[in-house]
């Protein structure tokens, strides 16, 4: 960032953050020299949790050496006397950081932790209190002539130099109780304010507001977690929103999908009366709604309509779309007439008023029962497979004509076929040879006829389960591309 503001500093990699982390209470560190030039300084860290307990930060608070040493160490005591700090590893800690404690460091090292008061082989006295808070030891140094000179200059009695001596020394240990009382409630006071106005917004209390009681670091951090709430809050709001809006579209969805597969033939057999041939269909959609659709109707007892078709673009738009090309089809279809003259009136009705510029692959087939001789118009979909009697299944290449809406007065080509007993038809969309693994390979129509020939024994009803199956085994956990339709009739 310009100007003399603070970058962004990643705090949950510092030893302060880490160590106040895994101890779980407030921590000091060793002294250190401040990376913005202030000078050696010490920081201070309490961990916090949530609600639940479970850990959600640490709170840091920066104290420089020389405030700390202006407010508790620079005492006057007389002349040779002074007041000393050291730290846990004992060094002195003074305004140029840690350093060797040297004579202090020697003498205060003799107390065994119990004893607050030893006089030196040298005439000098030394007194110590533990600062608990931060494992430092707050000391002083009077020399014993300091302690005894009001005595010896008026040459007061032995007795009085003792009371002298002990008023002296209970108010040196007074003065270095409080001080260090007063030192740790300076500096983990506000952090255990804050610590606990974190806890009550990590519990869920969005609303309340983090108590800035200085203008410093805590202050700070204590204006950081008061607008965390309140971004917080405002994305949940937001998330509640969204996420309402998302249930109400996918509940439309859902009954989209109902209306979809109601709309395609599912009762199997469909024609249980008619023994001369057997049909099954099945459409797996790749999003809620799809553009694929299958059909089969009967024109007339002798005649029987077959369709299969697959719609430019996915999801709601090619599902209308398919909607209207079933039904122009259908309705068509059973006004009379050949493949070629019915796609052809049904291409004018779709191309009119087509601004969203979509077509459809049709193939369109009408067998006649009692003779297994069909005519059918391929508009740009996928070849159809046929399995004569004894032998396997075979892809039945012919020249296609253009898609169904792509342009107005096309004409359709027409291909005769036949069906004996013991033939089988299979028709599919191109989600079938197009399905892709995750290593981008397509299932391909090699695949495909492999597949059908190795169920070629399977009951006409399992057949395209199991052509399903054969796809989803090596497309494995990638995503469907697109919608998946397949048809077979089989003569009997």
């Known amino acids: 960032e310009s100007g003399d503001s603070e970058g962004y500093y990643n705090y949950s990699t510092s030893d302060w953050y880490k160590r106040a982390q895994s101890i779980e209470r407030v921590c000091f560190t060793d002294v250190y020299q401040d990376s913005y030039g202030r000078g050696p300084t010490i920081t201070c860290a309490a961990p916090f949790y949530d609600a639940k307990g479970e850990f ?81 030891t707050f000391g002083i140094r009077i020399p014993e002539a300091v302690i005894l000179a009001p005595v010896r200059s ?40 804050l610590k606990k106005d974190v806890e009550k917004i990590s519990g869920g209390n969005l609303d309340y507001h983090a108590r800035i009681c200085d203008n410093d ?44 597969a109601d709309m395609l033939p599912r009762i199997f057999p469909p024609f249980p009366e008619r023994k001369e041939f057997a049909l099954y269909a099945t459409m797996t959609p790749a999003k809620e709604v799809g553009g694929d659709f299958y059909d089969f109707f009967l024109i007339d007892d002798d005649h029987l309509a077959l369709v299969i078709a697959d719609v430019s673009g996915k999801g709601v738009p090619a599902a209308l779309f398919m909607v209207i090309a079933k039904t122009l089809i259908k309705n068509r279809a059973q006004m009379g007439g050949t493949p070629s003259e019915i796609l052809s009136a049904v291409n004018e009705q779709l191309c009119d008023g087509n601004e969203a510029g979509l077509f459809v692959t049709v193939w369109l087939g009408i067998l006649e029962i009692s003779t297994g001789k069909g005519v059918a118009a391929n508009a740009g979909h996928e070849y159809p497979v046929i399995k004569r009697a004894g032998l396997p299944w075979e892809l039945q290449k012919a020249k296609h004509s253009p898609a169904v809406a792509v342009r107005e007065g096309m004409k359709f080509r027409e291909t005769e076929f036949e069906l004996n007993p013991g033939d089988r038809l299979y028709l599919y969309t191109d989600g079938v040879a197009e399905a892709t693994n995750a290593e981008n390979q397509l299932f391909g129509t090699d695949r495909m006829i492999e597949a059908l020939n190795r169920h070629a024994d399977d009951p006409v009803e399992e057949l395209l389960p199991s052509i399903k199956r054969e796809v989803d085994s090596f497309v494995g956990d990638a995503p469907q591309f697109d919608d998946i339709t397949m048809l077979t009739l089989w003569m009997n």
């Open 56 to 136: 959600a930060g640490v709170v840091g608070m920066d104290i420089l050496i020389t405030d700390l040493y202006r407010a508790v160490v620079a005492l006057d005591l007389g002349e040779g006397a002074y007041a000393f700090l050291l730290d846990h590893k004992g060094n002195t800690i003074g305004p140029e950081g840690a350093a060797s404690g040297g004579e202090a460091v020697g003498r205060i090292a003799v107390l065994d932790g119990k004893q607050k008061v030893f006089l030196s082989g040298d005439g000098v006295y030394y007194a110590q209190e533990r600062i608990k808070s931060t494992g430092w």
């Open 154 to 193: 008026v040459n007061r009695t032995v007795i009085l130099t003792m009371l002298l001596f002990l008023a002296a020394f209970a108010v040196i240990v007074a003065l270095v109780f409080l001080v260090a009382r007063r030192f740790s409630a300076s500096l983990t006071g506000p952090i255990a304010v």
């Open 217 to 260: 670091e805590i202050g700070d951090l204590a204006g950081s977690f008061n607008e965390m709430a309140a971004s917080l809050k405002d994305y949940i709001k937001n998330l509640a929103a969204v996420t309402a809006e998302k249930e109400r579209i996918g509940a439309e969805l859902n009954v989209a999908t109902q209306i979809q």
